[in-house]
């Protein structure tokens, strides 16, 4: 069937049209990325040195000073909170994916809730259940905190990632007689590796960015990380507090802050996966 | 066309060979839907059985009984005995995963772990399961590769990935990988299907090659295909409920050039399915 040489040309601008605008809206969104990164660059650009990372907070009215405690306690706060909320929901994942049935509906719909509930909501409750029997805040309930909102992210794209393995490699697996637990694990969970690691990433580059379950659970620390027990300083709370704030040079430590933020989160973006591409061969 | 084909295996075939797998009233069911009705027979050891019938008929329900691979798909169920050496795989207190180490399977589409090297394919069944083998698992692997005639084309490669093969080479690396844990029989799934005529025609050639050492059972839309490698056929058809049944099993010559059964015989002669 050849189309006539007007409908030829309708369909060829029709192309033509639509390709724009997938290409505007690709351009919008990387765009969007690029001016937030580079405005916080251009507002905090005065602090960005190397004393801003090693150096502490200088009381106000001194030049210079950083946001060591800032760093390690987001760092502390992060990393505990993917220790207990990454196997969690690894874990729960494959459940979902392999076991489900009738329970694993309910269990899908309740994850898909607690997706969805604001991240101060998660702060108030640890705040009820961690905070106040502890007698004090604590980065432990800050990464508790952190780890009921990265818990069902990282179940649901374990889950979805999973079924992506088509089903056809675990009858492969199972046909050759190996018990199915084993087919989950070397065959089902390296084929949604790569899948999972970036839902893992994503979860942990949007806790990373939480400021408002903090409030209630980590607090914040100006003399540095003093124990699991103890308040602990945040990058994104410090963020917030010197936003706030009615001084100038706090402004522009947040700027920076919000950069280094950023860099902090892309960096252990791009580690993990350089990690799990290298385990993998 | 089909009747004029040679098939020198059916001469192979005449002395008598004992059963392998019996199956005695089988029934399989997907949910309420049953697909297979009533099958009742007995499948000769280090022989090469063809299953051949339109589509829907069961075949692929029927072969995937024999392991214990119908069960894996949900809701599925099964009546009737499976005896594998006598013994019923479907009694009480039988491991499927034991069933499954002595009855390998072949897919329908080659699908090798794309996670895993070519070595790594052919030694999971080995390695998966924690099975030692006996001169350790390179010489394995290279027997195994070696029956599966592949072992040439793969032996510089051993440690590229099984995906970057071609469609018959990946076939025939399934095949490797469901060798290398020694079954006793090993089913096809239309192994071919999905190959083009000069891959199929090295299948054929390694299904018959293999039936020294195996019990084969193939599933096949080909009916060439069948007459060419299999010394028995077995034919299913769908009965009024759409539950597939064994209308006529017998040697592969008996079946091809004299049917008994008038169905049988409108099928292989082409005038439905």
Not at chain 2, 84 to 92: H, K, M, Q
Not at chain 2, 170 to 194: F, G, H, K, Y
Not at chain 2, 242 to 252: K, N, P
């Amino acid at each position: 069937m050849i189309a006539s040489a007007r409908t030829h040309a309708r369909r060829k601008a029709t192309n033509y049209i639509m390709i724009a605008l997938c290409g505007l809206a690709t351009l919008a969104a990387v765009g969007v990325l690029l001016l937030v990164v580079g405005y916080t660059l251009l507002q905090g650009i005065a602090y960005l040195n190397l004393g801003f990372v090693t150096q502490t907070a200088r009381p106000l009215g001194e030049p210079g000073g950083g946001m060591r405690h800032e760093i390690v306690g987001t760092i502390v706060l992060v990393g505990l909170a993917s220790a207990l909320g990454i196997p969690v929901g690894l874990l729960a994942g494959t459940y979902l994916s392999e076991f489900g049935g009738r329970v694993g509906s309910v269990v899908r719909l309740v994850a898909d809730v607690l997706t969805g509930i604001p991240s101060v909501v998660v702060g108030i409750f640890v705040y009820v259940v961690l905070v106040r029997p502890m007698g004090t805040f604590s980065a432990l309930s800050g990464a508790v905190a952190l780890a009921i909102i990265m818990l069902p992210v990282v179940a649901r794209t374990t889950e979805e990632m999973m079924k992506l393995v088509p089903q056809t490699y675990r009858e492969a697996a199972l046909a050759l007689g190996i018990p199915r637990w084993r087919v989950i694990v070397s065959v089902v969970v390296p084929g949604a590796m790569v899948g999972i690691v970036t839902g893992s990433m994503l979860a942990l580059a949007r806790i990373a960015g939480e400021t408002a379950p903090l409030i209630f659970t980590a607090l914040g620390n100006r003399f540095g990380f003093a124990g699991l027990d103890e308040p602990i300083a945040a990058l994104p709370l410090q963020i917030w507090r010197y936003a706030v704030s009615p001084y100038d040079t706090w402004h522009q430590q947040a700027w920076a802050a919000a950069f280094l933020l950023v860099m902090l989160v892309l960096v252990i973006s791009v580690l993990v996966r350089w990690l799990t591409a290298w385990r993998r061969g | 066309m089909i009747r004029e084909e040679r098939t020198p295996q059916s001469e192979k075939a005449a002395p008598h060979s004992g059963p392998c797998i019996v199956s005695e009233g089988l029934g399989a069911w997907y949910g309420s839907l049953q697909a297979l009705r009533n099958i009742s027979m007995s499948i000769l050891a280090k022989r090469v059985t063809a299953v051949i019938g339109p589509s829907g008929c069961g075949k692929s329900t029927f072969i995937r009984c024999l392991n214990r691979m119908h069960e894996v798909v949900p809701a599925a169920r099964v009546s009737g005995k499976v005896l594998l050496d006598g013994e019923d795989v479907y009694a009480p207190g039988v491991d499927p995963v034991e069933v499954r180490r002595r009855v390998g399977m072949v897919f329908q589409k080659p699908n090798p772990f794309p996670t895993m090297s070519v070595f790594d394919n052919v030694a999971a069944g080995l390695k998966l399961n924690g099975l030692r083998a006996p001169g350790g698992l390179a010489e394995r692997v290279e027997k195994a590769l070696r029956q599966a005639a592949l072992w040439d084309e793969v032996k510089d490669k051993l440690k590229q990935g099984g995906a970057a093969l071609s469609g018959g080479q990946q076939q025939r690396l399934c095949i490797a990988r469901a060798l290398a844990v020694e079954p006793e029989v090993l089913l096809m799934d239309e192994p071919c299907s999905s190959l083009d005529p000069i891959a199929t025609a090295r299948i054929e050639d390694l299904v018959r090659e293999l039936c020294d050492r195996y019990t084969i059972v193939i599933v096949t839309h080909n009916m060439q295909q069948a007459a060419r490698v299999s010394d028995m056929t077995a034919f299913f058809l769908m009965g009024q409920d759409r539950a597939g049944e064994l209308i006529e099993y017998g040697e592969t010559q008996q079946v091809f050039t004299n049917p008994k059964d008038e169905r049988t015989e409108a099928y292989i002669t082409g005038r439905f399915g």
